[in-house]
């Protein structure tokens, strides 16, 4: 029996060899559904990562959630990303080379083209003292890896959502 969505075959055949156990936590590729027409999806969200499959699973994945998706290796391509596109969200690697996901952060908080972008700082980090510094550092929130996809929408759309009220009020 062939399948009727070839694509899904191609896409999990895909994540499976870039590890997705990276970001997922196991072996598995969940089923997250498309998201619906609606508020959250079309929304752009800069992905700011030093690991090149790390931002390519989540490019996919997001994209199948709706949204538009551009990336940036470092801090620094993330700042100048930010300031040109002006996402609707940033989700920041912490532990990065050159130029790490708090200096970065606060980069994006001192330009005032920037400053209102909602951060959602994603780390490996887990204690308190390292979570409440990507707060400090001018986050809006964090997940902590590994993450489920179902766990990212949720906070990316708790961010978004609640930027869009705060802009609108």
């Known amino acids: 029996m062939i ?3 070839i694509s899904e075959i191609v896409h999990v055949k ?18 997250v559904p498309r998201a619906p027409a609606g508020a959250l999806s079309m ?28 990336s940036a290796e470092n801090g620094y391509t993330g700042i100048a990303k930010a300031i040109a596109e002006q ?10 080379p050159e130029m790490d ?4 952060s606060r ?28 707060l400090e550092a001018g986050c809006n929130g964090y997940i902590v890896k590994p993450f489920t996809m179902i766990e990212l929408k949720r906070k990316i759309g708790e961010l978004i959502t609640q930027n ?6």
Request: aromatic share 4%; with cysteine; hydrophobic share 40%.
């Open 101 to 104: 996901g708090w200096q970065a």
């Open 87 to 96: 996402p609707d969200l940033i989700l920041m690697d912490i532990m990065m």
């Open 107 to 134: 980069a994006v908080r001192d330009n005032p083209e920037t400053k209102d972008i909602p951060i959602l700082a994603a780390t490996a980090m887990c204690r308190r003292a390292d979570l409440n510094a990507c």
């Open 14 to 31: 895909y994540l499976n060899h870039l590890r997705p156990a990276t970001i997922l936590g196991d072996n598995s590729t969940p089923h």
């Open 3 to 5: 399948p009727s969505d």
């Open 43 to 70: 929304a752009k969200i800069l992905i700011v990562d030093d690991n090149p499959d790390v931002r390519e699973v989540l490019r996919c994945q997001l994209e199948m959630l709706g949204y538009l998706v551009i």
């Open 164 to 169: 869009c009220d705060d802009n609108h009020s």
